[in-house]
């Protein structure tokens, strides 16, 4: 099992540039989530997906979109990027269903708009 | 959006000692999670806690649901240099969020050897 995987682990863009992160997990896990990480910020909650099917936004959704392409792969994409979206991304996914849940990360991706 | 405060910000402390960081919250919670991160990498779940009170162990970290449920704590007794990383609380809201986790700012721990 790899759990959670995330492609690529770097990345550089220019403003206006758009890009996709992917994620996929093989865990059969139900809910999948999009979070940044910034420094002194803790990690925040951009998309989520509950299930195959559905989307919702998160704490700070703009400038972003996503897809859950199947249970497996949920996808997050940059139209265009800004030097604000400057970040660490993670992606998570939980089995879902009740207060024991618990969500497994992947390893992130470190994206730098210049 | 909501954010948990976490403390301290940064720990620096000698190998062997114990540590101790705690999370605090304006809501009521009804699951308190506490991840590690290491350089690098994404959090790595520690200890999970489902009940007020709950007191729960993994090796020489030990973690406590808080009566009130807006806070918990994390230990961690004779500190090692393997310990170094940043230590996330996360809480889910008892209403109104769902599945979704509020993470706290993090507790950056350096170990001195």
């Known amino acids: 099992n790899a759990g959670v995987t995330q492609t690529p682990k770097f990345q550089v863009l220019k403003t206006g540039q758009s890009m996709t992160l992917q994620c996929a997990q093989d865990?059969?896990?139900?809910?999948m989530y999009w979070y940044r990480q910034d420094p002194g910020m803790g990690l925040r909650l951009i998309y989520y997906?509950?299930?195959?099917?559905?989307?919702d936004k998160g704490e700070v959704p703009n400038g972003y979109n996503v897809s859950r392409l199947n249970k497996r792969e949920f996808s997050l994409r940059l139209e265009s990027a800004a030097p604000s979206q400057t970040s660490v991304y993670f992606c998570?996914?939980?089995?879902?269903?009740?207060?024991?849940?618990?969500?497994?990360f992947g390893p992130g991706t470190r994206l730098t708009v210049l | 959006g909501q954010q948990l405060n976490q403390s301290p910000q940064s720990m620096f402390i000698q190998e062997g000692e114990d540590v101790s960081m705690n999370c605090t919250s304006s809501s009521i919670f009804n699951t308190w999670l506490w991840y590690k991160q290491d350089p690098g990498e994404g959090p790595v779940l520690l200890i999970a806690?489902?009940?007020?009170?709950e007191l729960t162990s993994n090796g020489r970290l030990t973690a406590q649901f808080g009566i009130t449920r807006k806070d918990s704590f994390l230990n961690i007794s004779a500190s090692i240099p393997s310990d170094v990383g940043i230590y996330f609380c996360?809480?889910?809201?008892?209403?109104?969020?769902?599945?979704?986790?509020?993470f706290g700012t993090g507790t950056q721990l350096k170990v001195e050897l």
């Open positions: 996360a809480g889910r809201a008892a209403t109104g969020g769902g599945n979704k986790l509020t």
């Open positions: 997906s509950a299930s195959e099917g559905t989307t």
């Open positions: 998570a996914s939980s089995k879902a269903g009740g207060p024991s849940d618990t969500q497994y």
């Open positions: 806690l489902y009940k007020a009170g």
């Open positions: 865990m059969n896990h139900n809910s």
